[in-house]
């Protein structure tokens, strides 16, 4: 007779957070921080350590000096605990862990607390260490993102998670973790390096790919304005993709991904192993592009989508900018075959469980398969090739 006995546990907790959308964030004439910073603070004066990407920095001399000018002005309610901190963005910010144990030994000599604020300026990849570290400060340092990059606004900077780079795997590590706050000022696309602006796009192509063609079409539409630097455009973009990617997570049904589907990574699993093959000098934006193209060539030929519909994809990224091709594709792995192609079984093994690859069946919608042909892949691969000259 067994005498174990088992207490079954179980609850849930809502989380909520707000993305604002505004221009001149730091201009004190702006409420949108402080009345963000002060929405939550459990004492005279919401305190908190503000992080600043270098290469936003760099752009944009006057930030750090603005970040100050504006918390003196709301010094009644808010408290800059030292002057902001500027660290190394891009993927670099995710390689190592210095910064995060930096921000950890700052957050204990300014003694803050769990209702006190880190607040990130950068993009995706700045957004990543700092969300990683005030996820382990406290377990849970309250957390306000400002992105400063369309990818970021559009996707990276809206979500649930963080991820940092190790074990030679672009995000092995990091936590579930809802930010405080989001605010996105379209203000800080203006500055972008061209391949920054666009890079973010293919997020948006890959959302509207996979839940809504009519965004597909007005992507399609838009390129050569978007590819031009349309500020208004872009804005849009920014606020439809992000707008869809919130939607996906608080209607999914798992948005801390304990199933294995993972539709908002669709292009990824090549993308994220094309960005370790180039030793990350191919952006993820651009590696997402490839990675798109790739999976609904693959998709074409399992007769999921059609050869126009293939097409169209192809050109609406080529019309923005974007690539549809990269020679990593074909770099030779270990065993003869494309490098590639192990970007399969490591996005297995980062979904947990079986495999499951999103794939585009006809043009806003999608389906799961939990098999992909190395065959069908590489042949999709050779298909994609540009001809020769071309």
Not at 22 to 28: A, I, K, N
Not at 179 to 189: H, Q, T, W
Not at 229 to 257: K, N, Y
Not at 330 to 346: F, S, T, Y
């Amino acid at each position: 007779m067994s005498d174990m006995k088992t207490i079954h546990q179980a609850f849930s907790v809502p989380f909520r957070y707000p993305v604002i959308f505004t221009h001149g964030v730091f201009d004190p004439k702006n409420a949108a921080l402080a009345k963000t910073l002060a929405r939550g603070r459990q004492t005279a004066r919401a305190r908190a350590l503000v992080v600043v990407d270098a290469g936003v920095a760099a752009a944009r001399p006057a930030l750090c000096r603005e970040i100050t000018r504006y918390f003196r002005a709301h010094g009644a309610a808010l408290e800059l605990v030292r002057a902001p901190l500027v660290v190394p963005g891009g993927e670099q910010a995710k390689n190592g862990w210095n910064t995060v144990r930096e921000l950890m030994t700052l957050a204990a000599a300014e003694h803050l607390d769990r209702h006190s604020y880190l607040v990130a300026v950068g993009g995706g990849s700045l957004l990543d260490m700092a969300g990683f570290a005030a996820a382990l400060i406290h377990r849970g340092l309250r957390f306000v993102r400002l992105p400063t990059t369309v990818l970021a606004q559009n996707d990276a900077g809206v979500g649930v998670k963080n991820g940092m780079n190790a074990a030679g795997t672009k995000n092995f590590a990091g936590t579930f973790a809802p930010p405080f706050a989001v605010i996105n000022d379209g203000d800080f696309l203006r500055t972008l390096p061209q391949r920054e602006w666009i890079g973010g796009v293919a997020e948006a192509f890959k959302v509207a790919i996979i839940k809504d063609a009519r965004f597909f079409a007005f992507l399609r539409r838009k390129a050569g304005a978007l590819r031009d630097r349309d500020q208004r455009v872009m804005e849009r973009v920014v606020h439809t993709t992000a707008a869809l990617h919130l939607r996906h997570i608080a209607t999914s049904g798992d948005p801390f991904e304990f199933g294995s589907a993972r539709p908002l990574d669709f292009g990824h699993w090549a993308a994220h192993r094309l960005e370790l093959l180039s030793d990350f000098t191919l952006g993820h934006g651009p590696a997402v592009a490839v990675g798109i193209a790739l999976d609904s060539t693959y998709a074409m030929l399992k007769r999921l989508l059609s050869p126009a519909e293939r097409q169209s994809i192809l050109d609406g990224l080529a019309a923005c900018g974007l690539p549809v091709w990269s020679p990593l594709l074909e770099r030779p792995g270990a065993d003869g075959r494309p490098d590639v192609l192990a970007g399969i079984e490591q996005f297995r093994e980062h979904l947990g469980g079986r495999l499951c690859v999103t794939l585009p069946r006809s043009l806003g919608d999608k389906v799961e398969v939990h098999r992909i042909s190395l065959s069908l892949m590489m042949k999709a691969i050779a298909l994609l090739r540009p001809a020769e000259g071309g």
